[in-house]
């Protein structure tokens, strides 16, 4: 169903089994990547009452790392017809364990981690606004915006591997205290972020899978064989990592299955053999 190249080691294995044609209102892949990425030293935002704890801590063990939500923005690349800009925006939840004494239970403090990536892609070239019953403004509010005609982005995230944790004294990078977390974020945690100052910096360096995909809603005849995978990797601007913890995060293979979760028949054929 994508227009990009899927090697002959992703294709359908299925591929004799096409029974019927089917016509469909979808959203069609124009171009996608997948990504894996090595995170270091992202600094980790805590509130205020968290801070107070860190500040506290004789020791600090971090836990668990998790995706909140992905921001998004696509916009058209100048003199480069049907390429976009994909502009992403990645919140992290982070999970530590504070120990205040060598001897005494831990506290579980939760901060943010921040992280901005920009990939280029193909989303083809339209003219068609589209309208749908599911997604309704309300014509009597001053926001009454039309829908664009730029592609629709997509972004898959696996759940983050954690790959080093420390503690500093002193920021890692000025670019720390230009970040604000957003409402919609800030408002889960119950408290003012600190992201100045602070008397501890706790940094964490973390691995990330993603696909990120531009679509836009088409009307199509498709056969029905098997879940596709991008065989090329994301291209973009970021650090370039030379660090052990980052060796160690390239030596993992992507994690397909996490992505396209295995079918019924596949289940039943996993029993058989077992």
């Known amino acids: 169903m994508a227009d990009n190249n899927v090697s002959t080691a992703n294709a359908a294995v299925g591929t004799n089994c096409f029974k019927e044609a089917v016509c469909v209102s979808a959203g069609r892949i124009y171009d996608s990547c997948s990504s894996k990425d090595c995170l270091e030293d992202l600094r980790v935002y805590f509130t205020d009452t968290a801070q107070a704890a860190l500040n506290a801590a004789q020791s600090i063990k ?14 058209s690349v100048p003199f480069n017809k049907g390429f976009y800009s994909v502009d992403m925006t990645y919140y992290f939840l982070i999970t530590l364990d504070v120990y205040a004494a060598a001897v005494s ?48 982005a997509k972004v898959q995230v696996v759940d983050p591997i ?12 000025n670019g720390d205290f230009s970040v604000s ?20 910096y706790i940094y964490v360096s973390i691995g990330i899978f993603s696909i990120v995909q531009l679509e836009r809603d088409v009307q199509m005849m498709i056969p029905v064989y098997d879940f596709c995978l991008p065989d090329k990797e994301c291209t973009s601007s970021g650090s370039s990592a030379t660090d052990d913890p980052c060796e160690l995060f390239r030596r993992i293979k992507f ?11 596949e289940l039943d054929c996993e029993e058989t053999i077992s």
């Open 162 to 173: 954690i790959l080093s944790c420390r503690v500093s004294d002193t920021p890692l990078c």
């Open 181 to 200: 977390i957003p409402p919609c974020i800030a408002n889960r945690f119950g408290g003012a972020f600190v992201t100045g100052d602070a008397l501890r």
């Open 62 to 75: 971090c836990r668990k790392a998790e995706v909140i939500n992905v921001f998004m923005d696509v916009e």
């Open 255 to 265: 994690p397909v299955n996490e992505f396209f979760p295995p079918r019924l028949a």
């Open 105 to 152: 239970p831990p506290v579980t403090v939760q901060g943010v981690a921040v992280f901005s990536k920009k990939v280029i892609l193909y989303g083809s070239e339209g003219s068609v606004k589209s309208f749908s019953s599911a997604i309704q403004v309300d014509p009597m509010s001053e926001d009454c915006t039309m829908t664009s005609d730029c592609p629709n």
